[in-house]
């Protein structure tokens, strides 16, 4: 089976960087994807790894490292509009299904 | 917006009751896919479907079921409905299964079980 971890909750102020975390455990793996969710609203597809190394997308980066079962977005240049939930996502590998497990998720709180 | 159609945005109904959701995928996506999400909680899966056939199953209650239609459209029905299936019910969609495709949700039902 598949699982991940994250912190529960992160804050940081206005224009700072942040980082979140995730590891995960799975019997096969296919990438890593983020996903952003505001209070109870659709989650967006942020981000995808299948290999080692950062992917950077405007003020957002994500990384892994397959060896480590270990990811992590990077947020910089922090925004209000950026309070939100994150999620990061693997893929079950199992009969070939494609589909999405999801972590618990980080609520990130930005302050002024 | 994502393309994903999700009715009815908000449902309020008593225990024991039946009800279904109903959820139109983006024009051309072939996988759907349900989540439900409680209170402060994560996605949990519970169904996928592809092209009409069931794909994969999550933690779905016996209670719980689902089918895509023949025009992909999908719907969730939910019966004997208890207090804790209070949630956000999910769905998103997805052009196939493949590993590097995004899912693209739905603005989600929200259930009320009084």
């Known amino acids: 089976g598949q699982s991940l971890e994250q912190p529960s909750e992160v804050t940081a102020v206005e224009g700072a960087i942040v980082q979140i975390n995730c590891t995960y455990q799975?019997?096969?793996?296919?990438?890593l994807s983020w996903y952003q969710q505001h209070d109870g609203g659709a989650p967006t597809f942020l981000s995808y790894?299948?290999?080692?190394g950062l992917e950077e997308t405007g003020r957002f980066s994500s990384f892994l490292s397959r060896s480590d079962s270990y990811g992590y977005l990077l947020l910089q240049e922090l925004q209000m509009k950026d309070s939100a939930s994150y999620f990061c996502a693997v893929r079950d590998r199992s009969g070939n299904t494609g589909k999405l497990i999801f972590g618990q998720g980080t609520t990130l709180q930005v302050k002024p | 917006d994502s393309g994903v159609t999700q009715t009815p945005k908000h449902l309020i109904t008593a225990t024991g009751q039946r009800v279904t959701l109903r959820c139109s995928p983006r024009?051309?996506?072939?996988?759907v896919y349900w989540y439900q999400q409680s209170l402060d909680q994560g996605l949990q899966f519970l169904i996928q479907?592809?092209?009409?056939?069931?794909?994969a199953k999550g933690n779905i209650l016996e209670r719980f079921s689902a089918q895509q239609f023949p025009d992909l459209h999908s719907e969730l029905n939910l019966s004997s409905l208890e207090l804790g299936d209070s949630a956000l019910y999910f769905c998103?969609?997805?052009?196939?299964?493949?590993?590097?495709?995004?899912?693209?949700f739905g603005n989600g039902t929200r259930l009320t079980v009084t």
């Open positions: 799975t019997s096969g793996f296919y990438g």
């Open positions: 790894n299948a290999l080692d």
């Open positions: 479907y592809y092209n009409g056939e069931e794909r």
């Open positions: 024009s051309g996506d072939l996988s």
């Open positions: 998103a969609s997805s052009e196939g299964t493949g590993y590097n495709s995004p899912l693209h």
